[in-house]
């Protein structure tokens, strides 16, 4: 059973920081491409950060360059977001998402966790 559960999120004020978990399992965790999404009300799910995982290449979305960072521990196959310099426009619910490599390649979401910066 696939299993993908987001944990961290909460109520922060601006410029204030929060570290985002995903503990996955029942999937090969090592030989999936991760990834943080948000969903803001009203708005369409957008892609937050990306890490491969051979090399554990990373990828921002512009609005969140330089104050948050995804990394990945694959001993315990978890995933991380840790988010400074938090900002209004940064309250969404964040999914963890997941792509196993293969043919065809195996896509998993898990439930969200809500962030709300505000002050």
């Known amino acids: 059973q696939v299993q993908l559960v987001e944990s961290g999120g909460g109520l922060v004020q601006p410029g204030g920081s929060l570290r985002l978990s995903c503990a996955a399992s029942?999937?090969?965790?090592?030989?999936?491409?991760m990834s943080w999404y948000r969903q803001a009300p009203g708005k369409e799910r957008e892609l937050v950060a990306a890490?491969?995982?051979?090399?554990?290449?990373?990828d921002y979305a512009d609005s969140v360059k330089g104050r948050f960072t995804i990394s990945r521990d694959n001993a315990k196959n978890t995933l991380y977001l840790q988010m400074n310099s938090l900002k209004p426009e940064d309250t969404a619910v964040y999914y963890c998402?997941?792509?196993?490599?293969?043919?065809?390649?195996?896509?998993?979401w898990g439930q969200g966790t809500q962030v709300t910066v505000s002050s």
């Open positions: 890490i491969t995982s051979a090399r554990g290449s990373t």
């Open positions: 998402k997941a792509v196993q490599v293969g043919v065809p390649p195996l896509t998993y």
């Open positions: 029942g999937f090969i965790f090592s030989r999936s491409v």
